[in-house]
């Protein structure tokens, strides 16, 4: 019986807390030239979808580039696994070890 008071009674006083925020000073934030401005006119839609399709990217050129990138960072991580030592650096150091 005591958990299902006081469970209620911590939310609502966190709700409560957050009522005690000050907000920001909304009041002529909007000039009186913006406030006396005609509404924009209302435009066809077809226009203005062409034009946010005109600047899609082309996913034929993406995709090229992309597995042109793909290809020379296989090569160069090919020529990374290659060994670090040549021939007779690997003898000085089997030499050194034994």
């Known amino acids: 019986m005591r958990r299902a008071f006081v469970i209620p009674a911590l939310v609502m006083g ?21 406030e006396n401005a005609d509404y924009p006119a209302l435009v066809p839609l077809e226009p203005l979808l062409a034009q946010a399709t ?17 290809a020379r960072l296989k090569a160069r991580a090919a020529r990374l696994r290659g ?6 650096e690997r003898q000085r150091l089997a030499q050194g070890l034994q």
């Not at 957050?18 to 030239?33: H, I, K, M, Y």
Request: glycine share 12%; with cysteine; proline share 5%.
């Open 14 to 34: 966190l709700l409560s807390l957050g009522a005690c925020t000050q907000f920001p000073e909304l009041d002529r934030t909007v000039s009186p030239q913006l």
């Open 54 to 70: 005109a600047g899609r990217v082309d996913a034929a050129r993406t995709e090229a580039g992309l597995l042109g990138r793909v």
């Open 83 to 88: 060994s670090v030592l040549s021939g007779r």
